[in-house]
């Protein structure tokens, strides 16, 4: 539907976007051009370094500083992504079509270690799993935030799209359980568990409390790689850091917006 | 061979609410039953049961002379029309029709077959390739019509099939499935809140209120002799006035009395009049006058409001009549009143 804006509508809708945008993205954007210019002379610079140039040269070096962590990071993500999914669609599934007395509070409940501070999630895990260490330990912790949003976004497709009749309908057709999960649901939930994926994937690449203290030592996921070296290194090799964990992330939050946008319609 | 099916003693309770009380009903193997009442009168309820959606809390349902109350409705095989339609969104038209062919696991050349045929018979051939999101309201209701007779189904049910199309659509495919219906030869329940859909369409209507059946039979009688107040003024128009009859033939009204030509008991009475049993004529020339307290122009008809002494009805007058309201007119009945009991 087209909408016609009065000028004053406008300038609002207008002023709030761009006092947003740049709330949100003016330290992001200084880190940025720290990579590439000076930073003394974005105000950040503690030291006057030669810039990085974007050439084969830097790229190399980046890679064999950072190569390790951002596979490390990779790994992490993709396994959490693996876990969330087995994970959420059945529960998803059980809490919406099967409700049963306090499945609203264990879905409320799902959403709390996203207010926990990252040390008491840590300690609790630490606690809970004393002999498991590395890879393991990182995967369940990161399972802990993201979980809850790809519960929420599997929920709230089966509630949107009223599943349960199209379920209703296939079981008059004669179709079984598992008929009905393959060719019903789960294609139904497609968009929604490609969102989850890309979110899964976003917090998980960008997550540093659990990280760092799971897993202080060797891998470690790049966030907390990128800690050691703003702790530890130039400015400059610091933003360049952060301009390639970056690197990693614009895709997926591109990604989400494209999947989730209103105009796409499931096929 | 047509499906017998039946009913004994279904009751359901959704918390609080009795939704569903000790329904039973034998449907007649082979022929159109219309499940008509309001909303909340617990014909969705009724459908749900028989579909096996819903388990009941007390009662039994009967198909064949067996017991399948707790068979699961994928064992049903009983067709059944939402009143959404529940089309698959991620399927095409035929995708959605073969659907029940696909998960009995038919080869893919019969399954083509049977789609194509029912496809044919609701007319919609044309459209198979379509996504059923890009088809308008009266072409899907036909898409899920064919869904559910594709597998060749024991029963089939409609749930308010027609009421999310617009007046002159539903018209039309209210006289379509006029003609298919009864061609198909199935058991099939119809439901709908719509007293003119049930009962143009159905060889027995079933009467719901309030979770229960309130009466039951062929449309022509239950409009012409209703088993109570509810199913007298749910079937189309009535004016229900209070009165009393004495001596046998003698009824006496508010605003005057009538000789029967029957007997009837002595005793408080509600006399039903449908609004086409009462004519208008010049005052004083009637049984009584009124006055015109409403006049409505329906096209094929007049329909005028009436105040007498001690009541108020309703009246049909041809189309080209013209009244004003507040004149006076006299009325005459066409024929005797049907009379209810009334307690008190």
């Not at chain 1, 060719?183 to 968009?191: A, M, N």
């Not at chain 1, 290194?233 to 964990?245: D, I, K, P, V």
């Not at chain 2, 189309?319 to 307690?343: E, I, M």
Request: charge should be neutral; charged fraction near 20%.
């Amino acid at each position: 539907m087209q909408q016609s804006w009065h000028a004053p509508d406008r300038l609002l809708v207008g002023s709030v976007s761009i006092g947003l945008a740049g709330l949100v993205l003016l330290p992001i954007v200084l880190v940025v051009l720290g990579a590439f210019v000076p930073t003394d002379r974005l105000g950040l610079g503690l030291e006057a370094g030669e810039p990085l140039v974007a050439n084969a040269e830097a790229l190399r070096y980046l890679w064999r500083n950072y190569g390790e962590w951002l596979l490390f990071s990779g790994r992490v993500a993709l396994i959490t992504i693996g876990i969330a999914l087995v994970t959420a669609v059945p529960a998803g599934y059980v809490l919406v079509q099967r409700p049963f007395f306090g499945s609203r509070l264990l879905e409320e409940l799902v959403l709390l270690p996203l207010s926990l501070p990252g040390i008491a999630v840590s300690i609790a895990l630490l606690a809970a799993y004393p002999s498991e260490r590395g890879l393991t330990l990182v995967v369940a912790g990161h399972l802990l935030y993201t979980l809850p949003f790809m519960l929420r976004v599997v929920t709230a497709s089966l509630r949107t799209r009223d599943v349960a009749e199209l379920e209703a309908a296939a079981r008059t057709l004669g179709a079984s359980f598992g008929q009905r999960m393959l060719w019903i649901v789960l294609p139904q939930l497609r968009q929604a568990l490609v969102v989850g994926a890309l979110l899964v994937f976003a917090v998980s690449w960008g997550e540093f409390n659990v990280s760092y203290l799971l897993n202080s030592g060797h891998p470690q996921t790049f966030p907390a790689a990128l800690y050691n070296t703003y702790a530890n290194e130039s400015l400059q090799r610091s933003c360049a850091a952060t301009a390639l964990f970056l690197l990693g992330l614009v895709p997926a939050l591109l990604a989400i917006q494209w999947f989730e946008s209103p105009d796409r319609t499931v096929r | 061979m047509s499906t017998s099916l039946e009913i004994r003693g279904l009751s359901k309770r959704y918390g609080g609410v009795m939704a569903l009380q000790d329904c039973s009903h034998v449907f007649t193997p082979g022929q159109i039953t219309s499940i008509v009442g309001p909303s909340g009168s617990g014909k969705s309820t009724t459908l749900a049961l028989i579909a096996g959606l819903l388990r009941p809390d007390a009662g039994t349902i009967w198909c064949e002379g067996r017991d399948i109350t707790s068979l699961s409705p994928e064992r049903r095989a009983f067709g059944v029309v939402f009143q959404s339609y529940a089309l698959f969104p991620h399927m095409s038209v035929r995708q959605n029709v073969e659907f029940g062919l696909r998960v009995r696991t038919l080869p893919r050349a019969e399954r083509e077959r049977r789609a194509a045929r029912v496809l044919e018979r609701v007319q919609i051939q044309h459209l198979q390739s379509r996504r059923v999101d890009e088809l308008s309201g009266g072409e899907q209701q036909r898409v899920a019509l064919a869904r559910a007779l594709a597998f060749d189904p024991r029963v089939l049910m409609l749930d308010e099939p027609l009421s999310a199309l617009d007046a002159r659509l539903r018209d039309t495919l209210r006289n379509e499935l006029f003609r298919l219906l009864p061609e198909l030869g199935i058991t099939t329940l119809y439901i709908t809140h719509d007293q003119v859909e049930a009962m143009s369409l159905a060889r027995e209507i079933v009467v719901m209120n309030g979770g229960r059946i309130e009466q039951t039979g062929r449309p022509r009688d239950v409009y012409a002799r209703p088993a109570n107040e509810f199913v007298a003024s749910f079937l189309g128009a009535a004016n229900l006035i209070e009165g009393r009859v004495s001596d046998r033939r003698k009824l006496e009204l508010p605003c005057c009395s009538v000789e029967l030509t029957y007997d009837a008991p002595n005793e408080p009475c509600w006399a039903v009049l449908r609004p086409e049993d009462v004519t208008v004529v010049p005052a004083g020339r009637g049984l009584f006058d009124a006055t015109v307290t409403s006049f409505a122009f329906l096209g094929d008809r007049v329909r005028l409001g009436l105040a007498a002494t001690g009541c108020s009805l309703v009246a049909d007058a041809s189309k080209d009549r013209t009244v004003a309201v507040g004149s006076a007119l006299g009325v005459k009945l066409q024929s005797d009143p049907y009379l209810l009991p009334r307690s008190r």
